[in-house]
């Protein structure tokens, strides 16, 4: 079973992308040959500052192998490393309907919300599938309002498949966890577009800062409180070991407390949670070669089973299959 993962560069991960996504993709790795790539070349769709980009592309790759992606269980590079995606993106291309892609919720949401509407943008789905079956993926792990990035892929997929013969794997989709709440520093779900993240890597006090301002209600202190209905609890729940999570709980039910001892309590708890996953960001940014070793390593890999597949496609549609007529 080949997984693959891919994570644009559009912005630090905060806790809401790591407890609803990319802790997950991480326990997926080691299944036979799994992909984790840096899409960068998605990221050009709304990304349109080179330097930004750039670094962009560096740091996801660092936060990834610092939250415990293993060069050793797992395949990692940068999207853009692989030229025989975007050859494969062309050929699926041709053979792609108008119809599907104006479907494609991705694109009516994000000029709905006011994005250029380019070719890239629309044709994001392709590049997408050929991200997916340029490397024989038989797991897509997604969040259920990505499933219709899976099922489009399987479409383009069969459809190719139907007139030139049983050339690509289909996917399945394996739909993430989203038991884990996570909100943001105003109690609404964390997203960037809230502006209430707290981000994975930003320096503890920083992030401390922010948790002592996270939002709460006006309940006096000496009234019993619902521990699961709050979202300060919430979040410590998230960090918390089994039993000083059960002491909040009790404290919450008999009441007496005061807020900001609950933010003290998960400030201490998310700075010891992630202390090993900053420890070894600092030792790769230390070490930048190692970085452009593994990614290189990474492209290498990539590169060899997407040519297998690229090929496949090639000569299934006779790109590359005309020489042999000349012989």
């Known amino acids: 079973m080949r997984v693959l993962s891919g994570i644009q560069p559009t912005g630090r991960p905060h806790w809401g992308n790591y407890f609803g996504a990319i802790r997950q993709y991480i326990d997926l790795q080691g299944n036979e040959q799994s992909f984790y790539f840096i899409a960068n070349l998605h990221a050009l769709t ?11 592309t560096i740091d996801m790759a660092l936060d990834i192998l610092a939250l415990g992606l293993d060069p050793d269980q797992a395949t990692l ?18 053979g792609t309907g108008m119809g599907l892609l104006k479907r494609c919720v991705s694109y009516k949401d994000k000029k709905d919300n006011g994005l250029k509407a380019d070719a890239g943008l629309f044709t994001y789905p392709v590049l997408q599938a050929a991200d997916i079956l340029g490397y024989d993926s038989d797991i897509v792990p997604v969040g259920q309002d990505q499933v219709q990035h899976i099922e489009v892929t399987r479409d383009i997929a069969q459809s190719f498949n139907h ?7 289909l996917p399945k989709p394996k739909v993430l966890d989203a038991s884990a709440k996570v909100p943001g520093t105003d109690g609404e779900k964390m ?22 301002r996270i939002v709460t209600d006006s309940r006096p202190m000496e009234d019993p409180k619902d521990p699961e209905t709050d979202h300060l609890y919430q979040l410590y729940s998230l960090f918390a070991e089994p039993e000083p999570l059960q002491e909040m709980a009790d404290l919450y039910r008999k009441g007496g407390f005061g807020y ?7 400030a201490d708890a998310a700075e010891s949670y992630f202390a090993e996953a900053h420890q070894r960001r600092a030792e790769l940014v230390a070490n930048p070669a190692s970085l452009k070793e593994i990614l290189g390593d990474g492209a290498q890999v990539a590169r060899k089973k997407a040519r297998e597949v690229l090929t496949r496609a090639q000569e299934a549609s006779g790109i590359s299959s005309w020489h042999a007529k000349l012989k």
């Open 46 to 56: 709304t990304v349109r500052d080179r330097e930004k980009l750039e670094q962009a």
């Open 77 to 94: 590079f940068v999207q853009s490393d692989v030229p025989e995606i975007s050859e494969l993106c062309w050929i699926l291309m041709t």
């Open 163 to 169: 007139q030139f013969g049983e050339v690509f794997v």
């Open 191 to 212: 997203s960037k577009s809230y502006g209430n993240t707290i981000e994975l890597f930003e320096p503890p006090k920083q992030a401390r800062k922010k948790i002592m």
């Open 260 to 266: 900001g001892h609950v933010k003290k309590a998960l």
